[in-house]
């Protein structure tokens, strides 16, 4: 007939995971950015000092919550660490800092919308697309 039988330990733990995604922000915490950053210290361990001197782990904090509310994967964590270290000498904003990010992990994060070599996009009005840049870039101004 089609139907497929699942057990209760699976409907469980697919719950119980579902839950977790979705508060994995607010779980995440300072023991997760010393595991990341240690990891970072094993692959790259100039550009692990280097964030350390530019951001401290409330700032990361802030900034890894933004990302993981938005559903970004911090697995990439050299390429997160090196755009951090980049543009934290124009903002500490978290906000920005994350937009950074993002812009930097744009093909990871938009690959599992690809489908068949084609991304269906929508695109902003010049004038909206203007505005919104021009108040992105005065909130990079007075985030210094």
């Known amino acids: 007939m089609?139907?497929?039988?699942?057990?209760?330990?699976?409907?469980?733990?697919?719950?119980v995971n579902k839950i977790v995604r979705s508060y994995i922000p607010d779980l995440f915490n300072y023991d997760d950015i010393t595991q990341l950053h240690n990891r970072l210290a094993s692959m790259a361990p100039r550009l692990a000092?280097?964030?350390?001197?530019?951001?401290?782990y409330s700032q990361l904090l802030k900034v890894y919550r933004a990302l993981l509310t938005e559903g970004v994967s911090l697995r990439d964590i050299v390429t997160i660490a090196t755009v951090l270290v980049a543009s934290s000498a124009v903002t500490k904003d978290h906000i920005l800092l994350a937009a950074d990010v993002r812009l930097a992990l744009r093909r990871s994060i938009t690959h599992p919308?690809?489908?068949?070599q084609e991304l269906t996009v929508y695109t902003l009005n010049n004038e909206l697309e203007n505005l919104l840049t021009n108040l992105v870039n005065q909130a990079q101004q007075g985030g210094k």
């Open 2 to 15: 089609g139907y497929q039988v699942i057990d209760s330990a699976s409907v469980i733990a697919t719950h």
């Open 49 to 56: 000092e280097d964030l350390s001197a530019v951001l401290n």
């Open 113 to 116: 919308f690809v489908r068949k």
